[in-house]
T-cell receptor
Framework: DAGVIQSPRHEVTEMGQEVTLRCKPISGHNSLFWYRQTMMRGLELLIYFNNNVPIDDSGMPEDRFSAKMPNASFSTLKIQPSEPRDSAVYFC??????????FGPGTRLTVL | GESVGLHLPTLSVQEGDNSIINCAYSNSASDYFIWYKQESGKGPQFIIDIRSNMDKRQGQRVTVLLNKTVKHLSLQIAATQPGDSAVYFCAENPRINDMRFGAGTRLTVKP
């Protein structure tokens, strides 16, 4: 298995632009998580899906952030418009049942 | 231990020594705990987990201890190797699929 796949691995954009991060979970996993990691706040859970349905999005910082999971093998995290304070590493993770989440390699986002 | 903000707690050990990384968790309702290892430029990697009905669990070279009375978790690494250098996170699970991470501890292994 290739593990959790994220794209792009690095993204540099200008303030105000739309950013879309993509994730392909491990096949057969039924939960998907989006995390953000910064030096100041550490690893924060943004949102998680169970069977493609958003269960808890209380960690999503603002309405500028949105996440979708149109099918079991794909999810997106969109930021529109992006701001410099959104600069961080964004991780996608997936899990099966009660098993621990497995993380992808992350997308390093820089907003200038 | 835990901290917030810019400064990660650090632990520096000599190669071959044992390492103990500590973590204080916050939610007494948490019943599942995980240790992750994160190397530079990579995502967190699962090391070992433990449920609240246990107080100790052993893996290959690693042991996790859980003290629910004081809400404390520790990770012991035996015969620490240079490849163990990384940031180690404990995570608690107060509700299903709601995994909350601590700030992390940076382990440096000196050859």
């Amino acid at each position: 298995d290739a593990g959790v796949i994220q794209s792009p691995r690095h993204e540099v954009t200008e303030m105000g632009q739309e950013v879309t991060l993509r994730c392909k979970p491990i096949s057969g996993h039924n939960s998907l998580f989006w995390y953000r990691q910064t030096m100041m706040r550490g690893l924060e859970l943004l949102i998680y899906f169970n069977n493609n349905v958003p269960i808890d999005d209380s960690g999503m910082p603002e309405d500028r952030f949105s996440a979708k999971m149109p099918n079991a093998s794909f999810s997106t995290l969109k930021i529109q418009p992006s701001e410099p304070r959104d600069s961080a590493v964004y991780f996608c993770a997936s899990s099966k049942g009660p098993l621990p989440p497995f993380f992808g390699p992350g997308t390093r986002l820089t907003v200038l | 231990g835990e901290s917030v903000g810019l400064h990660l707690p650090t632990l520096s050990v000599q190669e071959g020594d044992n390492s103990i990384i500590n973590c204080a968790y916050s939610n007494s309702a948490s019943d599942y705990f995980i240790w992750y290892k994160q190397e530079s430029g990579k995502g967190p990697q699962f090391i070992i987990d433990i449920r609240s009905n246990m107080d100790k669990r052993q893996g290959q070279r690693v042991t996790v201890l859980l003290n629910k009375t004081v809400k404390h978790l520790s990770l012991q690494i035996a015969a620490t190797q240079p490849g163990d250098s990384a940031v180690y996170f404990c995570a608690e699970n107060p509700r299903i699929n709601d995994m909350r991470f601590g700030a992390g501890t940076r382990l440096t292994v000196k050859p």
